[in-house]
């Protein structure tokens, strides 16, 4: 069971916010261009200075975001062996748009496709790929396997805030408690991908401002996130002209969970897309202490670095 406690801690991180790193291609691109996509509700985001910015979150009705996350994780665990352990993990999910009628609320439908995993503890290498079923370790079939069968639908307001959630998370478990991700997890998710706590109004470079988020989660109990952004300023990237945004901050628990940490310290950089309105790519650098298994569990230093692209957007 400690080798699920890890799995479970990773999850933890990924659907916070902690993102990933092995190299992501540089090829993979938005299929559609920004004139096709930008926002309706925003018709200037540049100012006429071309530095400041109007910042905001808009999930657009009629397109398939689709995302991939991956995420490098170090532990400082004894029960690994002097090497540790080392954890690297990819997954590929879409969120599809629709409108609802007669009103400015949004239906996003959520599911997950490609998952790859390998994890190297105590001499042991487990692997996991969802498109092969001959590299696929017993272990983390049995926890990951039900994650592509997984899907969730959201109602947003024209704000972005979630008014409802519905899913078959924990319909998808393998029985075991494995596998399936809480409709609070889910939540977690949506919003850290659409909630910064952007100004209201149009910004210039060396802003800064401050988000605050709790998240109730099933292995760690209550967690809550301080994050310091600054924007840097407008940068070019594939193209496209994007804000770039720097970050630190903190995350701290409290409850009785499986999962605990403390001494967090994140650091980070991302572009956003002020025309699409999303977080285009994002990299993630946190370390901690982290305890699994309550008072009488194991303690551990733990590094994650992590990358976030979206691929396309159709």
């Keep these: 069971m400690n080798y699920y406690f890890l799995i479970v801690s990773l999850f933890c991180l990924y659907f916070t916010g902690c993102n990933k790193s092995s190299e992501l291609s540089q090829t993979e691109q938005s299929s559609a261009s920004e004139s096709e996509i930008a926002s309706k509700d925003v018709d200037i985001v540049w100012g006429e200075d071309g530095n400041s910015v109007l910042l ?3 999930w657009i009705p009629g397109k398939e975001y689709n995302f991939r996350q991956v995420t490098d994780m170090k532990m400082d665990l004894p029960l690994a062996g002097a090497e540790g352990s080392k954890t690297e993990m990819s997954i590929d999910f879409k969120i599809d748009v629709q409108s609802l009628d007669d009103s400015s609320n949004k239906k996003i439908q959520l599911g997950f496709d490609k998952v790859k995993m390998t ?7 487990m692997v996991y790929d969802s498109e092969d079923p001959d590299n696929q370790s017993p272990l983390l079939k049995t926890t990951l396997s039900s994650l592509s069968d997984q899907t969730y639908e959201a109602t947003f ?3 972005n805030k979630i008014l409802s959630l519905e899913g078959e998370g924990e319909a998808a478990g393998n029985g075991l408690g494995m596998g399936a991700m809480s409709q609070g997890d889910v939540e977690n998710m949506l919003q850290q991908l659409g909630d910064f706590k952007f100004p209201e109004a149009m910004i210039d470079p ?7 988020q709790n998240f109730k989660m099933q292995q760690i109990g209550e967690m809550n996130m301080t994050v310091d952004y600054t924007y840097k300023g407008p940068v070019e990237s594939d193209g496209k002209k994007l804000a770039k945004i720097t970050f630190s901050g903190k995350a ?6 499986l999962v605990s940490f403390k001494d967090s310290k994140m650091t980070g950089t991302m572009l956003f897309d002020p025309k699409l309105g999303a977080l285009l790519e994002s990299e993630t650098k946190m370390d901690m202490t982290m305890s699994i298994g309550g008072e009488a569990g194991a303690e551990m230093d733990t590094a994650t670095i992590s990358k976030y692209r979206l691929i396309s957007v159709d």
């Design 119 to 125: 994890m190297l503890m105590a001499g042991q290498n």
């Design 157 to 159: 307001d024209e704000n």
């Design 206 to 212: 060396d802003t800064k401002w401050q988000n605050k």
């Design 252 to 257: 701290e628990t409290s409850g009785d969970g």
């Design 56 to 58: 905001k979150t808009n």
